[in-house]
Every structure is written in structure tokens, then in C-alpha cells.
């Protein structure tokens, strides 16, 4: 069973960075495709990055497309989530989520395994 948790969320101001964190244990975590989601208060998680196995492919929603990375590193069982240019609509609980399957999935049902996440906000 894998078991994932975020860490780097806080408060800060519009046009800051933060860099999220999600550490995986408990499995074959450098087999399989990861990813970042969001949820707004009284919205629905929604997809924010994904990346392969290997690291060598990645996706993003297009509200992020140039300000958000995501990254990992196989070796400390560690995914991140770069994030510049912050905007208030940035403010939600960001999700790591971890695939069956190697490939980048966009999908929330194609995500098995769920961190509690961690609270991300954006003062104007």
C-alpha cells in the first residue's frame, strides 16, 4: 500500500513561489506515474500536474501551463510541485496522487493512491 504525504503549503503573497513536496512510502513508487491535483472551497478537485515514471514527461492543466514544474526524484521516493508567479486563484488544498500505471493520467479516477493534503494560500 502506498502511503503519500505533501508538506510545503502556507500562506503567501500573490506573485511568490512555493515549492510543495509529496513523500511516497510503502511501495513501487518509482514505477509509477504521479501527480498534483487542487480543490477550492465548494469546487471540484481538478487536475494540476502530472509526470511519467522516468520523470521524462509531464503535463499540465492550462492555468498553470508556465508557472507550476513538476518534478521527482526516484531515488528519495520524492515528487514536487514548483510553483511561481502565485495568484489568489491558486488558493486551494493541493493533492499528490499516485497511478497503477507508468503513463501521465489527467484523470482523478485514474489515481489509486491519495495524500491528505496540504493548504496552499494566495493573498492579494
Known amino acids: 500500500q502506498v502511503q503519500l504525504v505533501e508538506s510545503g503549503g502556507r500562506l503567501v503573497q500573490a506573485g511568490g513561489s512555493l515549492r510543495l513536496s509529496c513523500a511516497a512510502s510503502?511501495?513501487?513508487?518509482?514505477?509509477?506515474?504521479m501527480g498534483w491535483f487542487r480543490q477550492a472551497p465548494g469546487k471540484e478537485r481538478d487536475f494540476v500536474a502530472g509526470i511519467s515514471w522516468s520523470g521524462a514527461s509531464t503535463s499540465y492543466a492550462d492555468s498553470v501551463k508556465g508557472r507550476f514544474t513538476i518534478s521527482r526524484d526516484n531515488a528519495k521516493n520524492l515528487v514536487y510541485l514548483q510553483m511561481n508567479t502565485l495568484k489568489p486563484e491558486d488558493t486551494a488544498v493541493y493533492y499528490c496522487?499516485?497511478?497503477?500505471?507508468?503513463?501521465?493520467?489527467?484523470?482523478?479516477?485514474?489515481?489509486?493512491?491519495w495524500g491528505q493534503g496540504t493548504q496552499v494560500t494566495v493573498s492579494s
Open positions: 496522487a499516485g497511478t497503477l500505471g507508468s503513463s501521465i493520467r489527467e484523470r482523478r479516477f485514474e489515481y489509486a493512491y
Open positions: 510503502g511501495g513501487t513508487f518509482s514505477t509509477k506515474a
